[in-house]
C-alpha cells in the first residue's frame, strides 16, 4: 500500500471565526496553518482565500501572497493545490483565477450538488472551461466528487480529452444535498473510479475521522482542516489544523500505514517539483 497523503484544507469558503475562533484568515495566518500541518505531517495545502474582512475570495493576488508564505515556510516542499470551487455563487470565471499562477493541483469539481441552503453550480460547460484551464496550465486536477454521478461527468470529460483517467479524486462526503458519510458509500465510490486512480476523502463534520480510518485501512488518502471539519471530538472545537492532521498521524502509525512526505506523495501522484 502506497504511504498515506495527507492534505490539510485549512479554511474554506464557508466556516468562519464564529464557528471557531481558531479559523485563519490572512495570509499569513493561513499559511502558518499550512506549516504547522505540514510539520505534523501534511503533504498537501488546499487553498481558499480570505480577503481583508474575512470575505472568501478567489483573487489571485491573496492566492500568491498564501502561496509564497507557504512555499517560503516548507522550502517548497508542500505541494500546492488552489481551489476552483471558491464559494457557492461565485462566477466561473472568478472561480478558476488562481490556476494562472500555476499551482501543482488544483480542485475540479465534477458536477452540481446541493450545498447547504444553496447550489454549488457546476454545469457541463463549466467543467469544461476549469478542465482546459487546468490542462493549459500545466496543473494537475484533483476530481471533486460530491456525488457518485460526478464520477460519470469526469469519464465524460475525459472522453473529450480535457483530462486524463486514471486521476486523482477527492470524495466529499457529508455535504447537506451530496452524498452522506455512510461508509457505504465509501466503498462504492471506490468501486466507481477509473483503475489505477488514487483518491482521497474528506469527511465533513463528525464524518471526518471515521472516513479518514478507513481511508488509511483501505489505502485511500486523507483529507482534515477547518473547511471540513471544526471539532476535534463531540463539542470540543479543534485547536488548530495541525492538531486534526496530528491525529491522522498517530491513526496511521498504530494502523501500520507509513505517512508520506510531500516527495512521496509527489511520487503517487505523477507531480514534478516546481521552481516557480
Ligand atoms: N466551497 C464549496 C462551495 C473546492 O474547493 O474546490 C466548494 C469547494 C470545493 O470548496
Ligand atoms: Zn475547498
Redesign the pocket.
Known sequence: MDPLIITVAPV???VTRADNPNVPYTPEEIAEECYLAWREGASIA?I?GRDEHGT?TQDPKVYREIIERVKEKTGGDMIIQV??????GMSAAERVAPVSLKPDMA???CGTVN?GD?I?TNSRGDMEFFAAAIKENGVLPEF?IFDAGMIENARRLAQKGLITLPGHFDF?MGVPGGISGDPRNLMHLMSLIPEGSTWTVAGIGRHELPLAAMAVVLGGHVRVGF?DNIYYSRGILAKSNAQLVARIVRLATELGRPVAKPDDARKILGLRRKEN
Open positions: 474554506g469558503a464557508e488546499h481558499h472568501a481551489s476552483t470551487g471558491g464559494a457557492v480542485t475540479l469539481t450545498f444553496g454549488f471533486e466529499v473547511e
